[in-house]
C-alpha cells in the first residue's frame, strides 16, 4: 500500500522559511521512473503545482515561483523536504505531497492528506 | 503558460448525466487527467490520459478529449459524486503541470 505524509509546521511568520517533510511507504524513489511532487491549495481555491523530484535527482519547479523553492530527498529514508523561502500570506494553504509513479506519467496519484499552512504574524 | 478553463460550478439531479468540461487550446493534443476532491479531502484521479480509469473508479466515470474541450462525464450521479473537479496536463512549453480553476459538482 503506498502512502506519502506531509509534516511541519502549521503557522509560520511572514518573511521566514517553510520547511515541509514528506515521508512516504510503499515505494521507493531509486525506482527508475519514480518522482514525488508537491501541490498546494489555498483555502476555497484551485490546485497549484509547486515542485518535483525525480529517481535521478533531477528537478522541475514552478517557473513562477522557482526562486523561491528547493526540493531534495533522502531516498534511504524515503523522504522529500521541500522548503519555500520568504513566505508572505497568500501563501497560506494545503500543501500536498504527491507520487508521479512513472516517468511516462503527467498525473500524480495518490496524495497526502494535506498540511495547512497559515503564513501569519 | 498553459491554461486550462472549466466552469466554475455543476448542477445536476440524482441519476442523471454531469458533464464536466475542461477548455484549453488545441487540448485534444494533450494527456488530459481529472480529480475528484470531495469536501476536507485530498484529491483522488478518477480519469487519466483522457479516458482511462484508475482500479477502483466506477465505470460511471468516463473522459473524452477532442479539439479545444475535454470532457468528464458522470453518469448515473449519486450524492457521493458531489465534489470539486479539476482536470490537469503537462504544459511542455512551460515545464509545469497545470490545473483547471476547479469545477463544483452539486447533486441536487
Known amino acids: 500500500q503506498v502512502t506519502l505524509k506531509e509534516s511541519g509546521p502549521t503557522v509560520v511568520r511572514p518573511t521566514q522559511t517553510l520547511t515541509l517533510t514528506c515521508t512516504f511507504s510503499?515505494?521507493?524513489?531509486?525506482?527508475?521512473?519514480?518522482?514525488v511532487g508537491w501541490i498546494r491549495q489555498p483555502p476555497g481555491k484551485a490546485l497549484e503545482w509547486l515542485a518535483l523530484?525525480?529517481?535521478?535527482?533531477?528537478?522541475r519547479y514552478s517557473p513562477s515561483m522557482k526562486r523561491r523553492l528547493t526540493i531534495s530527498k533522502d531516498t534511504s529514508k524515503n523522504q522529500v523536504v521541500f522548503t519555500l523561502t520568504n513566505v508572505d500570506p497568500v501563501d497560506t494553504g494545503t500543501y500536498y505531497c504527491?507520487?508521479?509513479?512513472?516517468?511516462?506519467?503527467?498525473?500524480?496519484?495518490?496524495w497526502g492528506q494535506g498540511t495547512l499552512v497559515t503564513v501569519s504574524s | 503558460s498553459y491554461v486550462l478553463t472549466q466552469p466554475p460550478s455543476v448542477s445536476v439531479a440524482p441519476g442523471k448525466t454531469a458533464t464536466i468540461t475542461c477548455g484549453g487550446t488545441?487540448?485534444?493534443?494533450?494527456?488530459v487527467h481529472w480529480y475528484q476532491q470531495r469536501p476536507g479531502q485530498a484529491p483522488v484521479v478518477v480519469v487519466y490520459?483522457?479516458?482511462a480509469r484508475p482500479s477502483g473508479i466506477p465505470e460511471r466515470f468516463s473522459g473524452s478529449n477532442s479539439g479545444n474541450t475535454a470532457t468528464l462525464t458522470i453518469s448515473r450521479v449519486e450524492a457521493g459524486d458531489e465534489a470539486d473537479y479539476y482536470c490537469?496536463?503537462?504544459?511542455?512549453?512551460?515545464?509545469?503541470?497545470?490545473f483547471g480553476g476547479g469545477t463544483k459538482l452539486t447533486v441536487l
Open positions: 490537469q496536463v503537462w504544459d511542455r512549453s512551460g515545464g509545469q503541470w497545470v
Open positions: 504527491v507520487r508521479r509513479q512513472d516517468a511516462e506519467d503527467n498525473f500524480f496519484g495518490p
Open positions: 510503499g515505494f521507493s524513489l531509486a525506482t527508475t521512473g519514480m518522482a
Open positions: 490520459d483522457d479516458f
Open positions: 523530484i525525480s529517481w535521478d535527482d533531477s528537478k
Open positions: 488545441n487540448i485534444e493534443r494533450e494527456s
